[in-house]
């Protein structure tokens, strides 16, 4: 519809601004009064808390792209020169580096709270399909910048990964020889892999903006995974959200903190300070911590094309999940069986997690496997059936009521009208 | 609620538990105590410039360390004088008036200077075996400082029924037992000026000091900013929430 929007700002600049250009009144209308269900817990932060580690990693990474080289004979030193002359480079890189762990747990934790109050189920499936796009872009954009130090690590990682393609029949070893732009990693491939990490974090947010409007249309789940029905089963965003993820961003912000500067190799591997040797490869080659449980149903099956299709499916799985859950309750909190069933698919990955960084060898290979039978059974089998054989414990009525009830505050009058069963 | 929390800490205590054997393959590190360990940890100057002394008389014969400035010395306690003096010594590469290779001063600026000139000249001078660069030595090896003074004071006679290599020597610490650089500290191998004791393990403590420096010049500022860093935010934090509270009484 064609037309000048009616404003409401007062200021005669801005109204004549946004009568125009609607941008304060879209920011007033997502972000200031958008009706949010009033009962969310501090997991509904991560939300929040991944948006703005993205705006970190951006800002960290634009200064440091100001001084890195990308050139075989100089990246590993070009690092170096960051971490020892440029002023606050080590501050720069660090929080960079051990950003990308935090972004990572992030996301993760996001997931997996959106996993178990079923913010996956209709109406939400494309907000959660969108969700799982942007953690492959993560996951290519992590795996690309680990390469930029071009240590012994970011060498040999590359190498084994470029070379899952060559698992694909006829054109594998093709696709290798594209994604590297070579026949062995290499100055093409340091290259365009500098150039690509540089680019997908902009992906990254027109994804991320998409998954906001997909969010705004639906409107957010929660923990008790029922619908909002009156007004009073929400609050305004702001300020009853602005401030609660601030106090989210905050308390993040100290882990994050003290792992920059007290821990700034915790997350990281010896192997990377030293300088990519084409002629020596190391011991073990270990991807990073979030990308070890992959790596660990990488090698669970004993055959190359069978493994990647494997470690592509655990994602794949992923995009399907809204259809594979059959129950038609959303929160686990009243899914009695589920929840436990859940919590063993926590441990699988904390398992495969752990298994992806052990040789494959010994108990590792049987952990390994079982980790990844129980990864592909939770979703393909359990999540389906259990959705038909499970009784959910009766829903509360509204979020309102359970919400005023434990706050012990008056009831208002008709909201009330049936006790509650589970809180 | 409360089950599935317990579950799950036993999951995680029963992985760990099935993980540690596993852990347990190589000799365990012996845990030194570190000046320069914990959130407010130091370098010891006096340590870290006998270190320095161990380095020079020691170590760089055959070790580069071509990422630090002879400039960083003013980190360990060493006067601007000093630095340019003992920098001078040093021979940098440069090209001369007639375009020819030649050399200059080192000044404080330039970087260490290498011992030799290529990786094919070192492996040359070593028996085949290339002498690692010393830049970020204590990052770059599992275990970190820990590791790289087990290593100087890891060498011994070899068992008898180990079968040394041609030109190798026997060290408890490293990966096979089996290294090509011969035992570089000696007890009374340096002339200490302070009067501390040179035995074998004091120099290893102090060239490790050295190194784990070398390693992280900006460690003391990175500590010191980080303590008001946490501090302020853990504040940030309590305000926050504070002003959560304020906001959110009308609704619980």
Known sequence: ?423 | MRAPKIAALLGVLVSLAVAAPAMAEQEPLAAQKWSFSGIFGTFDRASAQRGFLVYQNVCSNCHSLKQGYYRNLEGIGLTEEQIKGFAAQKSAATIGDDGQPATRPATPSDHFVSPFPNEKAARAGNNGALPPDLSVITKAREGGADYIFALMTGYADPPPDVKMGDGMNYNKAFLGHQIAMPRPLQDDGVDYTDGTKATTEQEARDVVTFLEYMSNPEMEQRKRTGVKVVLFLVLLTGVTYAVKRQVWSDVH
């Not at chain 1, 890189?93 to 079923?118: D, E, P, Q, T």
């Not at chain 1, 957010?220 to 602005?242: A, M, R």
């Not at chain 1, 494959?360 to 359990?382: C, K, Q, S």
């Open chain 1, 1 to 423: 519809m064609a037309g000048l929007h009616k404003s409401d700002v007062k200021n005669p600049v801005l109204n004549w601004i946004d009568t125009r250009l609607p941008l304060i009144t879209m920011v007033q209308k997502e972000y200031g009064v958008f009706p949010t269900p009033r009962n969310f817990n501090y997991f509904w932060a991560f939300g929040a808390l991944a948006m703005v580690q993205l705006m970190v990693m951006i800002a960290t990474g634009i200064f440091l792209a100001m001084n890195y080289t990308p050139h075989v004979a100089m990246a590993f030193d070009s690092v170096e020169r960051i971490m020892r002359d440029v002023n606050f480079g080590w501050l720069l890189r660090y929080a960079h580096s051990n950003g990308a762990s935090m972004f990572f747990l992030i996301v993760y934790i996001h997931i997996f709270r959106g996993l178990y109050y079923g913010s996956y189920k209709a109406p939400r499936e494309l907000l959660w399909i969108l969700g799982v796009v942007i953690m492959l872009l993560m996951m290519a954009t992590a795996f690309m910048g680990y390469v930029l130090p071009w240590g012994q690590m970011s060498y040999w990682g590359a190498t084994v990964i470029t070379n899952l393609f060559s698992a694909i029949p006829l054109v594998g070893s093709d696709i290798v020889t594209l994604l590297l732009g070579g026949f062995s990693v290499d100055n093409p491939t340091l290259n365009r892999f500098f150039s690509l990490h540089y680019l997908l974090p902009f992906v990254i947010i027109g994804v991320v903006f998409l998954h906001v409007v997909a969010l705004h249309i639906t409107g957010s789940n929660n923990p008790l995974g029922i619908d909002v029905k009156t007004p009073q089963d929400t609050l305004p965003f702001h300020p009853y959200y602005t401030v609660k993820d601030s106090v989210g961003i905050c308390a993040f912000f100290v882990v994050y903190a003290c792992f920059v500067f007290f821990a700034p190799d915790f997350f990281g591997n010896a192997d990377n300070w030293i300088p990519a040797n084409p002629l020596q490869t190391p011991a073990e080659i270990v991807p990073e911590w979030y990308l070890l449980p992959f790596y660990a149903i990488l090698r669970a099956v004993p055959s190359k094309l069978g493994g990647v299709l494997m470690m592509f499916g655990a994602i794949a799985v992923l995009f399907v999940v809204p259809w594979l859950d059959t129950s038609p309750v959303r929160s686990a909190k009243f899914r009695p069986l589920y929840r436990w069933f859940f919590l063993l698919h926590i441990i699988a990955c904390i398992v495969l997690g752990m298994v992806g960084a052990h040789k494959p060898e010994g108990i590792w290979v049987l952990l390994g496997r079982l980790g990844t039978a129980y990864y592909f059974l939770h979703f393909l089998v359990i999540m389906p059936l259990l959705g038909k054989l499970e009784r959910p414990l009766p829903l509360p009525e509204s979020i309102s009521v359970p919400v005023i009830r434990r706050g012990g505050g008056p009831l208002p009058t008709g909201a009330a009208a049936k006790p509650m069963e589970k809180v």
